[in-house]
């Protein structure tokens, strides 16, 4: 089962690419299979990042169905 995450600035920046599909049954899950094909760089990024499940704010356990999209938003600053 894989679920599509899609990167956003750091993030995308530490993964090489703006999306991909990853394996994983929870948000953390996911994240972990990212964090093993990309690096420690998006390890580090992505532990400082908002994470969204099909648009509602989600933590490591929330469920990811297959199919489902998670977006990996970095801190923004400025205003």
Do not use: I
């Not at 394996?23 to 964090?35: I, W, Y």
């Not at 690096?39 to 908002?50: H, I, Q, S, T």
């Amino acid at each position: 089962m894989s679920v599509r995450v899609r990167w956003f600035a750091a993030a995308a920046e530490a993964a090489g690419c703006a999306e991909g599909d990853y394996p994983g049954t929870t948000v953390a899950e996911v994240l972990d299979a990212a964090a093993a094909r990309h690096g420690e760089r998006l390890a580090a990024v992505a532990a400082r990042c908002a994470v969204l499940v099909e648009g509602r704010r989600a933590d490591g356990s929330t469920p990811v169905p297959q199919g489902t999209v998670v977006d990996v938003l970095p801190p923004f600053a400025g205003g």
